[in-house]
């Protein structure tokens, strides 16, 4: 590692991610051993698996749910996230509307930010203590350019019915000080958590309801009414297709979605007066309009957690498991800290780490189950996962059981998204995209407008 970026002494590059630094990194439980028959198997235990396997067993009981997953409750993004369980929509309202219309777009953005404080209620009825707190969001331009897209996200997001109540702009520095900051917005629809204590709390709490976890066991074949693994098959009415970021690695689904890296790094607890000079009161998320862009919370134990883009795709939808992060993505997220708080600078990074999220080609989520075949899947949630798992999960509860709700008329359900293109142009796409999108930022440093060589990466990529 570079000599810029201090390091703690018990430094941790990988192993899973700093959420577990305090539980341990769980070890796997008990795998599958045998042939088993169940009403619904559910492959993947993070947020997605572990909502729906939650939902379906408080509404019916009787059922049998069984969970496969191939480390530990908690392992993918889940367990490693950024911690901002946002009501921002996975993708553009626009899209979403282009099949339902606007009333019905409008319906799925209200839908999201209710979802934030179901969550939070079901912690508390299920005595999860996820370090929640709802304090809101605060997006800082620091550039002319990001202060005219944040304007123009602001006026942009008022005809799907996000009010001044839900968003709204604020001085630079009335909510937290971020260094060069040249506007801002606030948002109360946000709350931080702690990712790894919601996963593993909400996989206790699906245990205590009566599912079975089956740990290390990867599911090799997902097939109508079968999930099969090295231990054993599953055979059930209903499968549930729930491995976001790591789908590509399932057969015939390597290009459905893109397995996106982000990466995180975090300081050691810095002290009260920092706080203080910050004007960072509470547990605020901070987010930016950068398009390199970075996302931050405040833990629990006041410390930074750092995120952004990393390094961002491996070819051929490799996916790096256990989390280890390149120094330049450390670099480049230390740099980015402290110039945003110079006065961090005196900390350190005790723990680095990287996960990855699934990347449809237009870049919005999906929820689907086809009656026919049993098979279901929910995800493609672009790095909006946190509260968009607890929808899904409540969707596809109501799918499964046949009923048709209000939640089952989303125009998130069903959506058909074409796949990524074949190898090398996959690579080259988004490769290419990263490299405008950091030039851009370095040339809106002079901009009043957004950067032509952002929207161009925007057009290769369909984002
Ligand atoms: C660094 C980072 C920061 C992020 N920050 C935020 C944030 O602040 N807010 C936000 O909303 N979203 C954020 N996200 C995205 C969010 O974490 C995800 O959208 C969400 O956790 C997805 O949950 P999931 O259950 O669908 O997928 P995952 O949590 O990835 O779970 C998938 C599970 O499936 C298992 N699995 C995969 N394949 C198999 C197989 N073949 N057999 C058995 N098991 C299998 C995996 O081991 C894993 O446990 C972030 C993501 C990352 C990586």
Redo the contacts with the bound molecule.
């Keep these: 590692m570079s000599a810029r970026v201090p390091l703690s002494p018990g430094y941790v590059n990988g192993d899973v991610a700093f959420w577990y630094r305090s539980s341990g990194v769980p070890a796997p439980g008990p795998p599958l051993d045998r042939d088993l028959q169940a009403d619904v198997v559910i492959?993947?235990?993070?947020?997605?698996?572990l909502w729906t396997a939650y939902y379906l067993k408080k509404a019916r009981p009787s059922l049998e749910v069984v969970v496969?997953?191939?480390?530990f409750a908690?392992?993918?993004?889940?367990g490693?996230?950024?911690?901002?369980l946002?009501g921002d929509l996975a993708g553009s309202h626009e899209r979403y509307a282009k099949t339902h219309g606007l009333a019905e777009a409008k319906r799925l953005q209200r839908e999201m930010y209710a979802s934030i404080d179901e969550v939070i209620a079901v912690c508390e009825k299920e005595g999860i203590d996820a370090d929640i707190v709802k304090d809101g969001v605060v997006n800082v331009a620091r550039t002319t350019a990001q202060a005219a897209r944040l304007r123009a996200s602001v006026t942009a997001a008022r005809p799907w019915g996000i009010t001044e109540q839900d968003l709204r702009l604020v001085e630079p520095g009335e909510r937290l000080r971020v260094a060069g900051a040249v506007a801002a917005t606030w948002s109360p629809h946000c709350a931080r958590i702690q990712?790894a204590k919601l996963a593993q709390g909400l996989a206790r709490a699906v245990r205590d309801l009566g599912v079975t976890i089956y740990e290390g066991?990867?599911?090799t074949q997902i097939a109508p009414h079968l999930a099969r693994t090295p231990y054993g098959t599953v055979r059930a009415r209903h499968v549930i297709r729930?491995?976001?970021?790591?789908t590509a690695?399932?057969r015939g689904l390597r290009r459905q979605w893109l397995p996106m890296n982000?990466?995180?790094i975090v300081t050691e607890p810095l002290p009260a007066s920092f706080w203080a000079e910050t004007g960072w009161h509470g547990a605020e998320l901070l987010g930016d309009l950068a398009h390199y862009y970075m996302?931050a919370q405040r833990t629990a134990d006041d410390r930074i957690a750092f995120?952004g883009r990393g390094k961002p795709y491996l070819y051929g939808s490799r996916v790096d498991a256990r989390g280890h992060t390149h120094e330049r993505t450390v670099e480049d997220l230390w740099d980015l800290l402290t110039d945003f708080f110079p006065a961090a600078a005196s900390s350190s990074v005790a723990h680095t780490w990287?996960?990855?999220?699934g990347v449809p080609r237009d870049w919005c989520s999906a929820v689907h189950l086809d009656p026919a075949t049993g098979l279901g899947w929910a995800?493609g949630?672009t790095?909006?996962?946190?509260?968009?798992?607890n929808l899904a999960g409540r969707t596809l509860r109501d799918l499964i059981l046949g009923e048709e709700t209000p939640l089952t008329t989303l125009p998130w359900v069903g959506r058909e998204v074409r796949a990524w293109e074949p190898e090398p142009l996959r690579w080259l796409g988004v490769h290419t995209m990263y490299r405008l999108y950091r030039v851009a930022d370095h040339r809106e440093r002079s901009m009043t407008r957004t950067s032509v060589l952002a929207r161009l990466a925007d057009r290769i990529t369909g984002h």
């Design positions: 492959v993947g235990a993070g947020y997605t698996g496969l997953e191939q480390e908690g392992f993918g993004a889940s490693r996230n950024g911690g901002w946002t990712p066991t990867p599911v729930a491995t976001e970021g790591f690695r399932l982000s990466s995180m996302y995120g990287s996960g990855v999220l995800g949630y790095g909006h996962g946190v509260t968009t798992t």
